[in-house]
């Protein structure tokens, strides 16, 4: 089933949760609502679940509007944050509730209840805790319990509201790859809301950024990574080194610093983005760039060295005036950095943002510089 | 070492939990305990002691015979039957309150919170002679009943409405907190998997509710088997008819018979006493269950 939100609009009191919000939401795929708390991810959540109804728009499923369906009648799976489960319930009798409550017309009879009950009790691999109660499970358990007990109708359309936001990052990833796996066997149209961006990018098939009840951008997770439309995308998108200053004659200038900018006719105010990995670290400044830095932290913990720098004669925008650039292991064993030594950071790619223009233009250095070498050595 | 000190060095051998220090909050945990202990005895345990006293200087066979009149059976019976319609009636009308006070707004809610604390607040007596006036055959609610052919004020339906009178607090007391809490979410996710609001009700926060509604409608009996003040004004007191058995205590009472009077009021309180057991173990057991704990 596809679902398509079309001009929802969702006011409380005072505040404009939804402003406005169109998407489509293609079938068999699985989206993320992407977005820091307070721009509208839940809500939107909410209301196409039917559990909260818009001031205006339309939601319809598959081309039918639902809109106006109560939320019993929706045939939805929905997966709360903090599992919901009937505490007096054992998990059997949770995850059979659904089955129990059809109209008694629909209702499957009791052994083929309990048979689906088991065969979903296996899937999540409990079947040994079937007659415990939920206050005896852990987060992680009752998670899967909680989602067994969503999809036991058979629904078309799963929806998961921060369904892994409460659990431990260990838990929280063989979690995530178990949900992978679930919708790829069942094929459901699923949408989930997080506020972190990893699991996003890592999960989904689509990823919809929200800010301030605004739908900012909608894109795979590679594409939306590489080419952020907007400044807040690009920031929500992990972290971010960003240069602010002027450009003169193709330079952008700070203080100390300096990056020539191929290409670029902009003259004026611009902010210039940079990835870590998008940024090399040398003991002494390129000729497209002199960003002057000293060694504040590093470290060792994870599959890349993580450097914080803090600029020298210039200023980095954002509270806390720090660079973070990612090094590989063997470069760090070559290097050695440590706490208080000078480096210039070289960037190889970048991402600039001129005025009020929020699309970047990218700028790429790689090539500029290695056109003159290969000259050289003919 | 002092003796306080040997006690604590005492408990804290057996029962290592109790008293923890690292958990201490209130200083003084021998001093708190031994305060407390010492007003449970002086104001619970050493009155009831009397009156086993009192009734021991019975013998049985006395006991037996004071208890068992007839009169006083019927009036055991009375007590028990209006009480039983009492609490039950507080338990449907309480929960209903209880209800609407937590899931609505609605002006003045807050007074009528407050008006549901009056039954304690008011003497006894004064809901009595108030429930009597109102109810007598040319009360404001009297009048249209008996018009309808029943009688309340001077019959057993008049105890009826005197103890549900005093005992409502109960059960809106203790369902409201409960009501409080209990998550939006549990509904929402059985209404998602397709339960219809009754099913909801009756699966879901039934389930959550009715232990609370338990202790509620159980407190409410128990009371509603000692009032006095409220009921003798209403009740008209025909013996074998009217009679309560708080009130049997105290005509044995006013013959100057405190043996019998303290052997009919054992009798109460052992009734009230099982209950309030009974219902405290069970729901500790349930508790346990879904608590986890």
């Known amino acids: ?165 409460a659990l431990d990052a260990k838990v929280r990833k063989d979690l995530r790859r178990w949900l992978r796996n679930l919708h790829d066997e069942f094929h459901f149209t699923s949408i989930f809301v997080t506020h972190d961006q990893e699991e996003a990018l890592e999960l989904s098939d689509q990823v919809v950024v929200m800010s301030q009840g605004n739908v900012e951008q909608v894109n795979e997770p590679t594409e939306l990574y590489a080419r952020p439309d907007s400044r807040f995308v690009f920031d929500f998108l992990g972290q971010v080194n960003v240069l602010s200053g002027e450009v003169k004659h193709g330079s952008l200038n700070q203080g100390n610093a300096r990056v020539t900018l191929p290409g670029i006719q902009h003259q004026g105010s611009a902010q210039l983005y940079l990835r870590p990995h998008e940024v090399r670290l040398a003991t002494g400044p390129a000729e497209h760039a002199n960003l002057p830095l000293r060694i504040e932290a590093v470290s060792l913990i994870g599959s890349e060295v993580r450097v914080e720098l803090r600029p020298e004669g210039w200023a980095s925008e954002g509270s806390d005036n720090i660079w973070e650039v990612g090094i590989s292991h063997a470069e760090f064993n070559n290097q050695r950095p440590t706490r208080g030594d000078l480096r210039y950071a070289v960037p190889e790619v970048g991402h600039l943002f001129t005025g009020k223009d929020t699309q970047p233009v990218t700028v790429s250095w790689a090539e500029s510089e290695s056109l003159p070498r290969v000259r050289l050595i003919n | 070492m002092s003796t306080a000190n040997q006690a604590s060095a005492v408990i804290q051998q057996r029962w290592p939990r109790i008293g923890n220090r690292s958990k201490r909050v209130l200083p003084g945990f021998g001093l708190s ?209 009217s009679e309560v058995t708080s009130l049997m205590i105290f005509v044995r009472l006013q013959e100057y018979d405190y043996a019998a009077a303290s052997a009919i009021a054992s009798v109460v309180l052992l009734v009230s006493l099982v209950m309030l057991f009974a219902i405290t173990l069970w729901q500790a057991r349930y508790l346990k269950r879904i608590e986890g704990r």
């Open chain 2, 33 to 241: 305990l031994g305060i407390s202990l010492l007003f449970i005895s002086l104001i619970l345990m050493l009155p009831l002691t009397g009156l086993v006293m009192e009734v021991s200087a019975m013998s049985f066979d006395q006991f037996w015979f004071v208890i068992t009149d007839p009169r006083v059976v019927a009036s055991y019976k009375v007590t028990a039957l209006a009480a039983l319609s009492a609490s039950l009636f507080n338990g449907v009308f309480g929960l209903l309150l209880a209800w609407v006070l937590v899931r609505y707004e609605f002006p003045g809610k807050r007074l009528i919170d407050a008006v549901v604390d009056l039954p304690f607040a008011l003497p006894t007596a004064v809901a009595g002679i108030v429930l009597a006036t109102l109810f007598a055959e040319n009360g404001w609610y009297g009048q249209w009943l008996s018009k309808l052919g029943i009688e309340v004020a001077f019959t057993p339906v008049g105890i009826v409405v005197a103890m549900a009178f005093t005992s409502l607090p109960f059960v809106v007391r203790t369902v409201q907190p409960v009501l409080e809490e209990l998550a939006p979410e549990d509904e929402e996710a059985a209404v998602s998997l397709g339960a219809s609001d009754a099913l909801v009700f009756r699966r879901v926060i039934f389930p959550a509710l009715w232990p609370a509604l338990l202790t509620g409608v159980a407190l409410s009996f128990t009371r509603s088997l000692g009032e006095f003040g409220a009921v003798i004004f209403i009740a008209g007191n025909m013996p074998y008819v």
């Open chain 1, 1 to 165: 089933m596809t679902i398509t939100v079309d001009g929802i609009n969702k006011r409380f009191g005072q505040f404009q949760a939804l402003n406005n919000v169109s998407l489509n939401i293609p079938e068999g795929k699985l989206t993320a609502l992407l977005g820091p708390s307070g721009s509208g991810k839940t809500t939107l959540l909410r209301i196409i679940a039917g559990l909260e109804s818009a001031d205006s728009g339309r939601v319809a499923f598959s081309g039918k509007d639902v809109t106006k369906l109560h939320v019993r009648d929706r045939n939805i799976g929905f997966v709360f944050q903090h599992y919901a489960l009937f505490r007096h319930m054992t998990v059997a009798q949770n995850i059979a509730f659904g089955l129990e409550s059809l109209p008694r017309k629909q209702r499957p009879p009791k052994a083929e209840i309990q048979k689906r009950v088991s065969e979903l009790l296996d899937m999540i691999q409990l079947p040994h805790l079937a007659q415990r109660f939920p206050a005896q499970l852990s987060g992680g358990q009752k998670q899967r319990v909680a989602l067994a007990r969503s999809i036991a109708t058979r629904p078309k359309i799963l929806l998961l509201d921060e369904p892994f936001g």
